[in-house]
T-cell receptor, first 113, second 117 residues
Framework: GNSVTQMEGPVTLSEEAFLTINCTYT??????LFWYVQYPGEGLQLLLK?????DKGSNKGFEATYRKETTSFHLEKGSVQVSDSAVYFC????????????FGQGTELSVKP | SQTIHQWPATLVQPVGSPLSLECTVE??????LYWYRQAAGRGLQLLFY??????ISSEVPQNLSASRPQDRQFILSSKKLLLSDSGFYLC????????????????FGPGTRLTVL
């Protein structure tokens, strides 16, 4: 089936720490992969995406690489800031279903000064 | 550029009352449109999606319904709200990849916070 699994949260880090949020997916074929971020009380914003194997998406210091061999799309950032505190969602596309996305359950990140 | 609007931003309604949430998109044509609910906690639940005017697909059986009376307007309704309908409702749109079948980025609105008392 189609699913996305993210690491459990909440994740609490100190400012300038290294961040990894794991995401794995099940798929037939090669779906597009996405990371979204949700700040408190707001809608989701696209953070980055990758559309084919070995692509690296990057934005605002965040990176994720489409790993076909491990069906993973882990989110990383070398030095987090307090302003990165938010909930992060991994998602994958579904072919031929009206552009639907399958979302992971979300991982809450809290960065302390 | 494209923008997506939702209103109202917040809503408090009694149990058994009707509901109408509206979502409109500007700056694009024939978008795919989506309604999600985010209940307590963080998970997103897809409620409805639409690939064209009058075309609605329901993902979860419930007392909610959706309509798309115009190309860029998507409405979420209920005749009688339940306590369990409380949550954060998000509308989203994506480019319609006709003939391709793939998935493109979804762009989300600011959301409506619904509290049913």
């Amino acid at each position: 089936g189609n699913s996305v699994t993210q690491m459990e949260g909440p994740v609490t880090l100190s400012e300038e720490a290294f961040l990894t949020i794991n995401c794995t997916y099940t798929a037939t074929g090669y779906p597009s992969l996405f990371w979204y971020v949700q700040y408190p009380g707001e809608g989701l914003q696209l953070l980055l995406k990758a559309t084919k194997a070995d692509d690296k998406g990057s934005n605002k210091g965040f990176e994720a690489t489409y790993r076909k061999e491990t069906t993973s799309f882990h989110l990383e950032k070398g030095s987090v800031q307090v302003s990165d505190s938010a909930v992060y969602f991994c998602a994958r596309g579904i072919y031929n279903q009206g552009g639907k996305l399958i979302f992971g359950q979300g991982t809450e990140l809290s960065v302390k000064p | 550029s494209q923008t997506i609007h939702q209103w109202p931003a917040t809503l408090v309604q009694p149990v058994g009352s009707p509901l109408s949430l509206e979502c409109t998109v500007e700056g694009t044509s024939n978008p795919n449109l989506y309604w999600y609910r985010q209940a307590a906690g963080r998970g997103l639940q897809l409620l409805f999606y639409s690939v064209g005017i009058g075309q609605i697909s329901s993902e979860v059986p419930q007392n909610l319904s959706a309509s798309r009376p115009q190309d860029r307007q998507f409405i979420l309704s209920s005749k009688k709200l339940l306590l369990s309908d409380s949550g954060f409702y998000l509308c989203a749109w994506s480019v319609s990849l006709a003939g391709v079948g793939g998935s493109d980025t979804q762009y989300f609105g600011p959301g409506t916070r619904l509290t049913v008392l």
